[in-house]
Antibody
Framework: QVQLMQSGAEVKKPGDSVRVSCQTS????????VMWVRQAPGQGLEWMGW????????EYEQKFQDRLIMTTDTSTNTAYMELTSLRSDDTAVYFC???????????????WGQGTLVSVSA | QSALAQPASVSGSPGQSITISCTGT?????????VSWFQQHPGKAPKLILY???HRPSGVSTRFSGSKSGNTASLTISGLLAEDEADYYC??????????FGTGTTVTVL
């Protein structure tokens, strides 16, 4: 069965970087993508970006353009999300989700990871 | 980018039907039929309940249905059950291959 397993909770200081992993299984990694979504405490879902499992092409939400890096490791079918220059308002649960594309539109998000809490505090 | 607009809360009694709206622009909801709806219980990951406006993934109850008109999509929950009490989010693809979520709606079963 399709599974996305994320790495554990992180505690960081302002200015630090964090890398969250999303290990996938149960499907062919290269024909789907991975989207990253975050949710601040008590807030809604926020799209961050997505990466293709086929050619590592990425699309990022403009507000994260200069401090977000998404990568994949096809040998382990794992996606990574790195966010740099962390601020207190980056405190959130970060989710990964498998993307089904249609003409490079991220059309279906059927399977999700369990979420990773990233806390940023001095 | 601006989130899609949803009502903050909707409530209904068991057995009733409720509808949640999701309003965007002609650059997202109005552009394609790539509108999805998610259900999220507290402390859990979102669960896909509708995609492509009105298609249900395998295993999702037929009590969930969707539609779209112009720049507004809607989710209807029929025969409301206590287990339907949750947060609901719409989402849509944008013309730029990016993605946007709705502001979220809390459904309360009275």
């Amino acid at each position: 069965q399709v599974q996305l397993m994320q790495s554990g909770a992180e505690v960081k200081k302002p200015g630090d970087s964090v890398r969250v992993s999303c290990q996938t299984s149960g499907y062919m990694f290269s024909i789907y993508g991975v989207m990253w979504v975050r949710q601040a405490p008590g807030q809604g879902l926020e799209w961050m970006g997505w990466i293709s499992g086929h050619n590592t092409y990425t699309e990022y939400e403009q507000k994260f353009q200069d401090r977000l890096i998404m990568t994949t490791d096809t040998s382990t079918n794992t996606a990574y999300m790195e966010l740099t220059s962390l601020r207190s308002d980056d405190t959130a649960v970060y989710f990964c989700a498998r993307v089904t594309f249609s003409d490079w539109y991220p059309r279906i998000l059927e399977y999700w990871g369990q979420g990773t809490l990233v806390s940023v505090s001095a | 980018q601006s989130a899609l607009a949803q009502p903050a809360s909707v409530s209904g009694s068991p057995g009733q039907s409720i509808t949640i709206s999701c309003t965007g622009t002609n650059n997202d909801i109005g552009a394609y039929n790539y509108v999805s709806w998610f259900q999220q219980h507290p402390g859990k990951a979102p669960k896909l309940i509708l995609y492509d406006v009105s298609h249900r993934p395998s295993g999702v109850s037929t009590r969930f249905s969707g539609s779209k008109s112009g720049n507004t999509a809607s989710l209807t929950i029929s025969g409301l059950l206590a287990e339907d009490e949750a947060d609901y989010y719409c989402s849509a693809c944008k013309r730029t291959n990016s993605h946007v979520f709705g502001t979220g709606t809390t459904v309360t079963v009275l």
